[in-house]
């Protein structure tokens, strides 16, 4: 009962800037974090940016200062405004949101299907 839709990714020069949006489609859930992560071809997936329903926002030191998550809790959506962006990091990114039952209370890690960003030098 939880869906997660990313968009925005594309390809784009370097130095330039793109904006990825998660939207979240729940139901019986209610949604804590959210946060990006990427993959880049044949690494493992890494994290790149957290925000809690409080806003707090955890970074990735590679991005840090150059990305920033946001999120709009009446939308149950998170964006990813990416900027001064490097051919490294050309990716495959991932939204995810951890939600909880509103009738079990269990906790649950829901992932996307990605999107592709990727960065010419």
């Known amino acids: 009962q939880v869906q997660l839709v990313e968009s925005g990714g594309g390809l784009v020069q370097a130095g330039g800037s793109l904006r990825l949006s998660c939207a979240a489609t729940v139901r019986f859930y209610s949604i804590n974090a959210m946060g990006w992560y990427r993959q880049a071809p044949g690494k493992q997936r890494e994290l790149v940016a957290t925000?809690?329903?409080?806003?707090?926002?955890n970074y990735s030191d590679s991005v840090k200062g150059r990305f920033t998550i946001s999120r709009d809790n009446a939308k149950n959506t998170v964006y990813l405004q990416l900027n001064s962006l490097k051919p490294e990091d050309t990716a495959v990114y991932y939204c995810?949101?951890?939600?909880?039952?509103?009738?079990?209370?269990?906790?649950?890690?829901?992932w996307g299907q990605g999107t592709q960003v990727t960065v010419s030098s």
């Open positions: 925000i809690t329903s409080g806003d707090t926002t």
């Open positions: 995810n949101a951890d939600v909880r039952s509103v009738t079990t209370y269990r906790y649950t890690t829901y």
